[in-house]
């Protein structure tokens, strides 16, 4: 069973600029879930798809935007960096109609200079 | 809305000692309950959970039991060991929120010899 996995594992931008970040799945799941980690804090939840489509979001602005693909895999992509962007970026996948149980990847860090 | 409060950290016991973190929490409806590690460098993995009142989760000799009157997750153990030494989330999920998980801020647990 291949896990959670996440790229690239180190980015660092510029304030304005544009990032893409991916996550793949564990295998059987179809529902994935990013989050936001800034340093010595808990992850904040930034949205969650589920067959292609957005289900659910947290307090995140429109710059913040994702895409879910027919393979499951997702991307998180983040415009106009702020310097607050700095964090660690989660990916989760779990299955829908299951008991909920996410499973997460090592995460993106991402330095916005 | 949905919130939990962990003890802040950071914890230092030596090895053997007993380990306790606390963990309340407020929610809607009927939450599911999650402990999760974060080792240095690494994502969250997911450490036990509980889905319903008076169900102890319980794995690599951590334990943590569903208390609906005290609304508390407390995560215990026995023994540690310096390979615990991490830092540790109590999260949620709450029913219609589409499975999106609520982290406290963390508990650093440093273990010594």
């Known amino acids: 069973e291949t896990g959670v996995t996440q790229s690239p594992t180190h980015l660092i931008k510029t304030r304005g600029q544009q990032v893409t970040l991916r996550c793949s799945s564990q295998?059987?799941?179809?529902?994935v879930s990013w989050y936001q980690q800034a340093l010595g804090q808990g992850p904040q939840f930034i949205f969650q798809?589920?067959?292609?489509?957005?289900?659910g979001r947290g307090n995140f602005p429109p710059r913040f935007s994702g895409l879910q693909f027919p393979n499951y895999s997702s991307e998180l992509n983040v415009n106009a960096l702020e310097l607050d962007d700095s964090a660690l970026y989660l990916c989760a996948s779990s299955f829908w109609g299951g008991i909920y149980e996410q499973y997460f990847g090592p995460g993106t860090r991402l330095t916005v200079t | 809305g949905n919130s939990v409060t962990q003890m802040e950290g950071p914890v230092t016991l030596s090895e053997e000692a007993f380990l306790t973190i606390n963990c309340t929490y407020t929610a809607t409806g009927y939450p599911s309950l999650f402990w999760y590690v974060q080792y240095p460098g690494e994502g969250l993995q997911l450490l036990l959970k509980a889905t319903k009142a008076d169900d102890k989760g319980s794995n690599k000799g951590f334990e943590a039991t569903y208390r609906k009157e005290t609304t508390s997750f407390h995560l215990e153990k026995g023994s540690v060991q310096v390979s615990d030494s991490a830092v540790y989330f109590c999260a949620l999920i709450s029913t219609g929120t589409a499975s999106k998980l609520t982290f406290g801020t963390g508990t650093r647990l440093q273990v010594t010899l």
């Open positions: 295998s059987g799941h179809n529902t």
């Open positions: 798809y589920y067959r292609e489509e957005e289900n």
